[in-house]
Nanobody, 124 residues
Framework: QVQLVESGGDSVPAGGSLTLSCTVS??????MGWFRQAPGKEREGVGI?????????ADSFKGRFTISKYNAQKTATLYLQMNNLTVEDTGMYYC??????????????????WGKGTLVTVSS
């Protein structure tokens, strides 16, 4: 079992930066990623970090968003650094983890464990 709890969501002005965190307990060695659901839109994948620490991003997020992970003894923290935010970045951000076939499933949004999300609001 894996428990994921996001935090760090806030209201920020356009052009600003924000870092989201996701506290991970249980199996902390899984492939993990961030997803976003904007108002009125389907959930989309931002990117993942695999068990070896390699990252992969959806094209629309490359260059502005960075995923990293800190491994502690029994827990881990997944981060999403977001820069140069626009109003289109407004939405609920979720962290998630998948047991197998990370690079196949994450782009389809097929993950085994999900957090409840944290809200980011970007104002113009």
């Amino acid at each position: 079992q894996v428990q994921l709890v996001e935090s760090g969501g806030d209201s920020v002005p356009a052009g600003g930066s924000l870092t989201l965190s996701c506290t991970v307990s249980g199996d902390t060695g899984l492939c993990m990623g961030w997803f976003r659901q904007a108002p009125g839109k389907e959930r989309e994948g931002v990117g993942i970090i695999d068990s070896a620490g390699y990252t992969n991003y959806a094209d629309s997020f490359k260059g502005r968003f960075t995923i990293s992970k800190y491994n502690a003894q029994k827990t881990a923290t997944l981060y999403l650094q977001m820069n140069n935010l626009t109003v289109e970045d407004t939405g609920m951000y979720y962290c998630a983890a998948v047991i197998h076939n990370c690079y196949t499933y994450w782009r389809k949004g097929v993950m085994d464990y999900w957090g409840k999300g944290t809200l980011v609001t970007v104002s113009s």
